[in-house]
């Protein structure tokens, strides 16, 4: 069960208009609501429910929230994206400029863009106007001469344009994409298990059309710079860095910057490890280039982007925290839940997955506040499934606990920003697939945007009280987040409150409304998976439409 509500604490004036609230339901096991109340005394009405078989109304539990004061004041752009460099090798970064695809960004505006991944340490800038004479790829060299020619056909339309660039792809050069990225995606998976990655060459147009990207989408660029190049003392070689930084300042690019990409994996994948001491020198060293280009002298700069903080990890970690704790603007490090070649569509329920994160986020915050207390820590590049995710998995309706969850605790616990990778590219984990399509989590964060503000509150709940039984940890299946309404939605007078809950039990409860919730007007939105496929429905289409058709309803 996955439930969001709202609620205002003023009368609304007779001009405005009624808050309203959103409800996605899963199969049985899960059930997402969102509620939005006003205050009129009088106006509470049944939410009416219809009965599921097998399932039973057992439990009373009694809802109130506290509405004084924020336990925690998350970010503006709580909710933020991630490009893969990836993008580069597959060819998707020369559809940037795709309307749709800015359309879809765009609604989950404002966020951060992170441009970074795994092969962020394989990036070389070179400032090269026209990338397409040393382009390569699968396929026939007719169709491939073809494909380049429309891309630098559709690069020469753009730089034509004025303000934002925005094109439309004919259908054929996006098959022909789809085919190559496919193609290019085994290659890039070979890469990944046999930990051997290949250079990437990002040129000028490339950062141009990224750039591009960010700003129509009204997103703010954070660009990941290669920390792989090394000296023989083991410095970093900021060479390549310092002219893409030069680059951007001539073109007046407002970029934050980081270094590097899940550092503890360096020699593994590189032959030659870094430790916590020398990244954070190198960090230094970056935050000297910036200072004395005038558009980047006070420009934020975020890291050390590590991996599961293990014990290793922990240790890297401390040692980049004595050195440069106080260079970054926040602290940074990324999470996968599942390994996506032996993931089932029951792991998306677990409630012991679900609480892998709650760990990680308390050791994390033992070392930060140990040399910088109150400095902000971001999750970034959070994945359900690891190797690219999982078709009809990682893409499907189930894949929304996980993420819903995870919005939740980050947000209940202090994380300031979490950053979901990946917004697009080839595979199953992202927001929206190669179709230009949004799939069930693009919807899930689109409703959690406009619906959810950075304000976070107490919830008290009676009804649940369980007795600890011996060697046996008591995991909780019924899991509620509130917040204030975000203040920018205009459905809402301000005061209202957002509050969404989610339930992994197997039998249903029966919430009721008690204290500063009680005697409010119901609004309830339907997000339903469509088909036979139930919890791994990726019918996005069929998602939006019961969407819009249920918008008004009231109950």
């Not at 863009?113 to 394989?122: C, E, M, Q, Y």
């Not at 400032?127 to 073809?146: F, H, I, V, W």
């Not at 590590?306 to 925290?321: E, Q, S, T, Y």
């Not at 107490?458 to 649940?464: E, K, S, T």
């Amino acid at each position: 069960m996955r439930v969001l509500c709202a609620f205002p604490e003023a009368m609304p004036s007779s001009n405005s208009r009624p808050p309203a609230c959103l409800a996605p339901v899963a199969l049985f096991l899960a059930l997402l609501f969102h509620l939005s109340f006003s205050s009129q005394v009088g106006d509470r009405r049944p939410l009416p429910v219809d009965r599921a078989p097998g399932l039973k109304e057992k439990t009373l539990i009694l809802l109130d929230v506290s509405t004084k004061n924020p336990v925690r004041t998350v970010n503006e752009n709580f909710l933020s994206l991630q490009l893969d460099p990836s993008i580069i090798h597959d060819g998707w970064l020369d559809f940037l400029s795709s309307k749709r695809l800015v359309t879809l960004a765009r609604g989950l505006s404002p966020a951060f863009l992170r441009f970074g991944g795994k092969r962020t340490d394989f990036l070389q800038f070179q400032n090269l106007r026209n990338p397409a004479k040393s382009r390569g790829g699968p396929g026939p060299d007719y169709y491939l001469k073809n494909y380049e020619d429309d891309i630098v056909r559709s690069d020469v339309a753009l730089d034509k344009q004025k303000g934002c660039k925005i094109a439309q792809h004919p259908d054929v050069m996006l098959e022909l994409q789809r085919e190559k990225a496919a193609q290019m995606h085994l290659v890039l998976l070979k890469e990944q298990f046999s930990n051997t990655y290949s250079n990437l060459i990002l040129t000028a147009r490339s950062l141009d059309k990224l750039y591009n990207f960010a700003d129509c989408s009204g997103l703010h660029l954070i660009f990941a710079l290669n920390a792989l190049r090394r000296n023989p003392n083991n410095s970093w070689n900021s060479s390549s860095a310092l002219s893409l930084l030069k680059y951007s300042a001539s073109k007046k690019y407002n970029i934050s910057w980081e270094l590097g990409n899940e550092p503890n994996n360096y020699r593994i994948m590189h032959g030659r490890a870094v430790n916590g001491s020398q990244l954070g020198k190198d960090y230094i060293q970056l935050k000297s280039l910036l200072q004395p280009i005038r558009i980047y002298s006070r420009a934020s700069l975020y890291g050390p982007n590590i991996g599961r903080p293990r014990k290793n990890v922990i240790a890297l970690l401390d040692g980049f925290m004595k050195v440069a704790g106080s260079t970054v603007d926040a602290v940074t490090w990324q999470h996968c839940y599942i390994d996506g070649r032996v993931v089932k569509v029951m792991d998306f329920l677990k409630t012991r997955l679900l609480d892998t994160l709650s760990d990680q986020i308390r050791k994390i915050q033992k070392v930060v506040n140990t040399y910088t207390p109150g400095k902000k820590i971001w999750l970034e590049g959070v994945v359900t499934t690891s190797a690219g995710g999982t078709n009809n998995l990682s893409d499907s309706y189930a894949a929304g606990f996980l993420w819903l969850n995870t919005l939740g605790m980050l947000a209940n616990q202090g994380i300031d920003v979490v950053i979901r990778h990946s917004f697009f590219d080839h595979g199953y984990n992202h927001l929206v697939d190669q179709n230009f399509n949004p799939l069930p989590d693009y919807w899930l964060s689109l409703l959690y945007k406009r619906l959810i503000g950075p304000k976070v509150l107490a919830v008290h709940v009676a009804g649940l009280q369980r007795k600890p039984r011996p060697g046996r940890v008591i995991r909780d299946k019924l899991r509620i987040y509130a917040h204030c309404t975000n203040h920018h939605n205009h459905n809402y007078v301000r005061g209202s409150i957002t509050l969404f809950i989610i339930n992994l039990h197997r039998s249903r409860k029966k919430i009721k409304l008690a204290g500063t919730l009680r005697d409010k007007l119901v609004h309830q939105y339907l997000l339903q998976p469509y088909g036979q496929e139930g919890l791994k429905s990726n019918l996005s289409q069929r998602l939006l439409t019961t969407l819009t058709s249920t918008k008004r309803k009231q109950f």
